[in-house]
């Protein structure tokens, strides 16, 4: 009936195991500390807490 | 999202004027409550509503900053009610100015907001497709935070820690 409904989002959210936030298609990346608004097509955020490049994900994660 | 309406552990909070409702199952942990109005919203004290904290004009404003229904408010006097748009209050979600990117109003598809909280989590928002740990969901109109200080207990998804752990970034 409805084709919207069939849609799939075109947004493709990613949590990597043991890694980063994968962020691709049609987003705005606000950040908020930061006070930049962005909109990209392909973000990987950190989510461990150790990237020296935040909210980006900088391969902090695999020095454990 | 759909929040159960009949979740238990709600509470509820008053000063002369208003009544604030807090449903802890529907906080995602976005923080502006606290970051706003620690006066009156400090999460590590108990009771952690304190309605004496702030004038109530300044207690609306923050109720109205929540992304989630755990936090809303109502007049005590059950007549001034009606004159509340929706637009004043955060009982529908998703319509408050504040969430919408600077005056533009999204079409339905494709809408997806990334929000970088400050020293707290990612919260998406909008119509997307999740993956984690195996699972794959399609949202609409969703709304979920995603843990970036790593020390959550029920990750990929933020619990509060980060303010326990004092996390920055
Ligand atoms: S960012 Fe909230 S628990 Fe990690």
């Known amino acids: 009936m409805e084709d919207n409904k069939e849609k799939k989002p075109k947004t493709v959210i990613e949590v990597i195991d043991s890694g980063p936030l994968k962020i691709s298609g049609n ?6 500390k930061r006070d930049k608004e962005t909109p990209m097509g392909e973000v990987w955020l950190c989510r461990c807490g150790k990237s020296s490049d935040k ?5 902090s994660h695999k020095n454990k | 999202m759909e929040h159960d309406k009949s979740y238990t552990g709600g509470r509820k909070y008053s000063n002369d004027e208003i009544t604030v409702y807090w449903k802890p199952s529907a906080c995602i942990h976005a923080s502006y409550c606290y970051r706003e109005l620690i006066e009156v919203f400090d999460p590590g004290r108990r009771p952690w509503v304190d309605m004496k904290g702030a004038a109530t004009d300044k207690i609306i404003e923050t109720v109205n900053m929540c992304p989630t ?3 809303t408010w109502k007049w005590n006097e059950e007549a001034k009610n009606q004159s509340v748009g929706n637009d004043q209050s955060n009982h529908v979600r998703f319509r408050r100015p504040e969430l919408l990117t600077q005056g533009e109003s999204f079409p339905e598809e494709n809408s997806v907001s990334v929000k970088i909280m400050t020293d707290g989590p990612i919260v998406l928002k909008g119509d997307f497709n999740l993956a984690y740990s195996g699972i794959n969901k399609d949202f609409r109109e969703g709304l979920v935070s995603i843990c970036r200080c790593g020390a959550s207990d029920h990750l990929p998804f933020c619990d509060g820690q980060h303010r326990k752990i004092g996390f920055t970034g």
């Open chain 1, 27 to 32: 987003f705005i990346l606000k950040d908020i």
């Open chain 1, 55 to 59: 909210p980006f994900c900088d391969g």
């Open chain 2, 69 to 71: 229904e755990a936090l």
